[in-house]
Nanobody, 123 residues
Framework: QVQLVDSGGGLVQAGGSLRLACAAS????????MGWFRQAPGKEREFVAA????????YYADSVKGRFTISRDNAKNTGYLQMNSLKPEDTAVYSC????????????????WGQGTQVTVSS
């Protein structure tokens, strides 16, 4: 069992930056892929970024490619999402997830989820 705690959200102006963190409760975190998903009001949750257990491969939604960077520090049982050049359309609740999904860009197979952290980007 792994518990995930998301943090780092907040209110930022367009063009600004935030770094989200996903702290895991167990060392088994390092065995899992990690993903970030977001849900805006009135919309379905969508994939943002993912990273394999070793950190050797990363994946991004087209909407964030070149602006967001996913990373992890397995020694600290923590994952990160660095978000730069933020836009108002990035406003959403961001949640991290861990698991061994067949496709890291979709939700099935992510067994553990954080509680979510609100990111609000003002124009």
């Amino acid at each position: 069992q792994v518990q995930l705690v998301d943090s780092g959200g907040g209110l930022v102006q367009a063009g600004g930056s935030l770094r989200l963190a996903c702290a895991a409760s167990a060392r088994t975190f390092r065995r899992y892929a990690m993903g970030w998903f977001r849900q805006a009001p009135g919309k379905e949750r969508e994939f943002v970024a993912a990273i394999t257990w070793s950190g050797g491969n990363t994946y991004y939604a087209d909407s964030v490619k070149g602006r967001f960077t996913i990373s992890r520090d397995n020694a600290k049982n923590t994952g990160y999402l660095q978000m730069n050049s933020l836009k108002p359309e990035d406003t959403a609740v961001y949640s991290c997830a861990a698991g061994n999904p067949p496709r890291v860009t979709t939700e099935p197979g992510y067994d553990y989820w954080g509680q979510g952290t609100q990111v609000t980007v003002s124009s």
